[in-house]
């Protein structure tokens, strides 16, 4: 028996939710549930309503019950009910192109394009929601349907979902993140609006406490208000031993208005002092030059560098200080900065000796997280610095404020208790509790203050990275009443989202069944006996993010505020790390070489087993859908051999840029900018859990749920049409398939390609076309042979990634030559295509190997020493300018013959950087490059792949500035990228230009 046939496994508007996924988080103002509290690597919340309801609804059908026809006589008809139903209004698309011509042209438009709310904050009507469940009923038999999340994270994915009525279930193993859940899916719907109120006055009154207890450590002068203290970490000069501040630059302020720190050292005062400069004076300042870069520093007493390991024993030793060095005081319209008073140092040593004299008292009472900092992979950082316990990682007067907070947390919260029901009472202290850990966040000695942005968290990045320079705030008047700010925002935007979808738990207006299900435990073993129509989950990326590690940083503090409100979330010292499916090297510290590798199997295994599980709670026609955003081809090969072996079928590929236009637009570094969506189903020949070769967490593994229809079925292909039977017993080696990928991954790229992929994001998106290939009739042999067993080994699903990967690269290289075809040297093919898929100056390493072997070439050998094509940073890569590449023999203005053509153009684009149009006339002509079509060919591919955006008129990467000086001054006839014309009539736009 088929499965019933839904829209995702046919068509998905990604072109609009590519537009609303970046809208969503690029406006400053972010969707309710990011602002309740830090999580990592969330996915927008279209995006997750558009994966739960188009795994859902059907795919149309002109056999649909008369009153489905009635309203969709057509599939386009349908579709567009589908985006208006998921918030899609207008034309997204086209606002969009609007608004970048416009940024290009450095043009103001005198309105925003975009005429209509963000999607994720549009509600469904109710008819809306009756039309849905009308087809849920005819597909699925029942409006019952249920969906669950294994691995919810931040919650996304089941707060859409509940907002359309699902019968929703959401498990996380993070205890930190299972709180995060029920403040996100369960409380809002449950309570409704009228608990902002609750939380509003009882988080007044701790903060009422706290400015009492704390306002003599913070002294202000009059009509200030400090929004921030800047510190710099100290240590002691080696040869004078008086405190170097350390920080990588002295920026206050960038922009139209800038302000700097300006550092003075003179030889007979002890320490450093500071005075605040302005305009030209903090230009000429050069506040850039900091006294630390890359772990080394300079003494301003002598000029000597201070080693880094010298740094590293000081800290180790508990002997790294910190020295204020600057104050802001929030005005209107922006910051004033002033130097620290002796009056204000006064304060700052009260507050030492205060938290000196309470310590005692509040250890006893188990206020303070003494716990000490496991060693880990990003607990590696502070750890180096000397902070051994997690109560390290803040200033002591950052400490007396927070146990401060504590204290008055615990009573108020005694007179919540009083005045409140039970469940009431848990969720206003869930929210308190939040509030603390914002503030714990923004006010830790690894935040700091960047002088174009103003106070960044301790997540600024995805770890605990060290900050020689940090910020505080006034935490005696300004921190806490921010903090309250920011979580009751947040849970009213949440209650509204829900309460506009019709979502009332606490009036028992929906069933018991329709409440959102939160638990804790594996995804390898989730309790449930009754199946889901819909799993759809977005699961950890391999080694993208640390989540048991960072959250930590909150898991200390929350057995302090919600330990008796959730006693079975918090009885372990730290989070989970054993059963936790990413690949941490940390736990195979020991084994030498082998810790990466055993690292990536241990993710494959648990993951293997999660799949597994989800397969064996999914019914027999449900669907799995998995958002996966990583770039490297390992990530995806351990993906998918996960997805493959516990027994699915990949029906379906969706990529959606989900990542802010801001980054893609410098040019400089590149991210992944897309989401892929999977859509999966059982494979119907059995699950091959007995050769998965590990052992199942929680105890004996039940079996799956019995299908319909079992025995032989129909493997459809990515766009969910019957192809080939899929016998039980049939052998299928690579070469029988090997061609069919690659011509598959050649189909989806041109597609993929006319729907507006460029880049990384284009070669992702063949790997789920290649990947359902495989899964259709695995397990695939290849032609090798197992010498001990004697048996043919298994196909790595990266052997078929590289062919995507191959396809894609020869497609592009065609695109870039504009149809023609003409061979290049190596080496320029992999410049050519490392710009063009990347987009950007700096990438992955791991990338920049995998793209060197598709061209048998040598990443270090080739790349780096001989041809200096790029040079290495961390774990990534920088294409070097032309200028860099200068070396005798390779971009070199006295040679006459050049051994790869990037070398010439380099050499070309120097010469006339450094000495202008006619010395480059020359050295074209003296060798014969002006009238050399290859190499006219290659300008040609080049201009197209490096990216030529601009901003306010100007070229913002140099390497296009001088290609197009080239092209006006010698090649006139290259094509360069049109710019699209804008798509409303000219006497819309603004006409003011932008500087």
Request: aromatic fraction near 8%; proline fraction near 6%; glycine fraction near 6%.
């Amino acid at each position: 028996m088929p499965h019933p046939p839904v829209l995702i496994e046919k068509w998905l508007p990604i072109k609009e939710l590519s537009v609303e996924s970046r809208r969503e988080n690029s406006t400053g103002q972010h969707p309710p549930p990011n602002r309740l509290h830090v999580w990592w690597a969330r996915r927008p919340l279209v995006v997750s309503r558009a994966a739960v309801l188009a795994s859902l609804l059907p795919q149309w059908s002109a056999n649909w019950p008369n009153d489905l026809i009635s309203k969709f006589p057509t599939e386009n008809a349908y579709h567009e009910w589908f985006k208006r139903f998921i918030g899609i209004l207008g034309d997204p698309v086209a606002a969009q192109q609007l608004m970048l011509w416009a940024k290009d042209k450095g043009i103001r438009l005198k309105k925003s394009p975009f005429e209509h709310k963000r999607a994720f904050s549009v509600s469904p009507s109710t008819d809306d929601l009756a039309l849905m469940r009308r087809m849920l009923s005819v597909t699925w038999g029942s409006e019952d349907i249920a969906m669950i999340d294994p691995m919810a994270g931040g919650g996304s994915i089941p707060f859409e979902a509940l907002r359309h009525g699902l019968r929703t279930h959401a498990n996380e193993l993070n205890p930190v993140a299972s709180v995060i859940l029920k403040a996100t899916v369960d409380y809002p719907a449950r309570f409704g609006i009228s608990l902002k109120d609750a939380i509003v006055y009882y988080g007044g009154k701790i903060a009422s406490i706290v400015q009492d207890r704390l306002s003599r450590f913070y002294l202000i002068e009059l009509g200030e208000k400090i929004h921030a203290y800047i510190w710099a970490r100290t240590v002691a000069c080696p040869e004078t031993g008086k405190p170097v501040p350390l920080s990588p630059n002295w920026w206050l302020a960038k922009g139209d208005k800038p302000l700097a720190a300006k550092l003075i050292c003179e030889p007979d005062e002890p320490e450093c002092r500071f005075e605040i400069v302005s305009g030209k004076e903090a230009i000429a300042s050069d506040p850039d030059k900091g006294t630390i870069k890359r772990g080394v520093a300079v003494s301003p007493w002598n000029g000597d560098a201070i080693p880094g390991d010298y740094i590293k024993r000081e800290a180790q030793a508990g002997r790294m200080g910190q020295q204020l060095y600057a104050i802001g005081i929030k005005k209107a319209g922006g910051f004033q900065f002033r130097a620290p008073t002796q009056a204000d140092l006064d304060a700052v040593k009260a507050a030492e000796e205060e938290l000196g004299r309470k310590l005692p008292e509040w250890e006893a009472k188990g206020l303070v997280p003494n716990d000490a900092i496991p060693v880990g992979n990003k607990t590696s950082e502070p750890l180096r610095y000397g902070m051994k316990r997690w109560c390290d990682m803040f200033s002591p007067r950052q400490l007396l404020s927070l146990c401060t907070f504590l204290e008055a947390f615990h009573e108020v919260m005694a007179e919540v208790r009083a005045g409140e029901p039970k469940e009431k009472a848990d969720a206003i202290a869930t929210y308190l509790a939040f509030m603390f850990d914002k503030a714990c966040m923004y006010n830790s000695v690894m935040a700091r203050w960047d002088g174009s942005r103003g106070m960044r968290s301790t997540f600024d990045r995805h770890d605990f990275s060290f900050k020689w320079s940090h910020g505080e705030f006034d935490a005696s008047r300004n921190l806490f009443p921010w903090c309250l700010e920011q979580v009751v925002g947040a849970y009213n935007g949440m209650a509204q989202l829900t309460q506009q979808s019709g979502q009332n738990l606490l009036e028992g207006e929906l069933s018991a069944s329709s409440k959102p299900v939160i638990s804790r435990m594996s995804a390898t073993a989730i309790l449930t006996d009754r199946p889901f129509h819909l799993v759809c989950v977005d699961p950890p990326y391999e080694a993208n993010v640390m989540y048991a590690e960072c959250s930590d940083f909150f898991y200390v503090w929350m057995k302090r505020t919600l330990g008796d409100v959730y006693p079975e979330l918090f009885r372990d010292e730290l989070t989970n790390k054993d059963d936790e499916a990413v690949a941490n090297v940390a736990r195979f510290k020991d084994v030498g070489r082998k810790k990466r590798e055993l690292a990536q199997d241990d993710y494959l295994r648990k993951m293997a087993a999660c799949f597994a599980e989800m397969n064996r709670v999914l019914h027999p026609d449900g669907v799995l859908t998995v958002m996966f955003t990583h770039k490297r081809v390992d990530a995806w090969n351990s993906l998918g051999r996960a997805l493959i072996e516990a027994g699915f079928v990949i029906k379906a590929s969706w990529p959606v840029r989900t990542e802010s236009e801001h980054s893609l637009h410098q040019a400089k570094k590149n991210a992944a900018a897309s989401t892929i969506l999977l859509v999966c189903r059982k494979r119907q020949v059995g699950l091959r859990i007995a050769d998965l070769g590990f052992g199942i967490a929680g105890g004996t593994r039940k079996p799956p749920f019995s299908a319909s229809g079992a025995g032989e079925s129909q493997v459809s292909d990515s766009n969910g049409q019957s192809e080939i039977p899929n016998p039980k017993s049939e052998i299928v080696w690579w070469d029988d398939i090997r061609e069919r990928v690659r011509r598959t991954a050649r189909e989806k790229a041109r597609e993929f390609h006319e729907l507006g992929l460029t880049g990384v994001d284009l070669y992702i998106s063949t790997f789920g076309p290649v990947l359902a290939i495989l899964s259709e009739r695995w397990p695939v042999y290849s032609s090798s042979m197992d010498e001990q067993t004697g048996k043919p080994i298994e196909l790595s699903p990266d052997v078929a990634l590289n062919i995507a990967r191959e396809e894609v690269m020869n497609l592009r290289r065609q695109g870039l030559l504009l149809g023609r075809k003409v061979e290049f040297d190596t080496i320029t093919d992999w410049y050519l295509m490392a710009w063009d898929a990347f987009r950007a100056q700096e990438f992955p390493a791991d990338e920049a190997r995998m793209l060197a072997l598709a061209l048998n070439l040598d990443i270090e050998a080739d790349l780096v020493k001989t041809k200096r094509v790029i040079a290495k940073k961390a774990s990534n890569v920088i294409l070097q300018l032309p200028k860099l590449r200068r070396k005798k023999g390779v971009v070199d203005p006295d040679l006459g013959t050049f051994e790869c053509l990037l070398d010439a153009i380099h050499t070309a684009m120097m010469v006339f950087e450094e000495d202008g149009s006619s010395a480059c006339g020359r050295f074209l002509s003296e060798t014969g490059l002006l009238n050399d079509s290859t190499f006219q060919a290659c300008l040609q591919a080049m201009v197209n792949a490096i990216p030529r955006t601009r901003k306010a008129g100007e070229f913002l990467r140099p390497e296009a500035k001088l290609l197009d000086d080239l092209r006006l001054n010698f090649f006139p006839d290259l094509e360069v990228p049109k710019d699209a014309p804008p798509p409303i009539e000219q006497k819309e736009l603004g006409l003011k230009r932008t500087v």
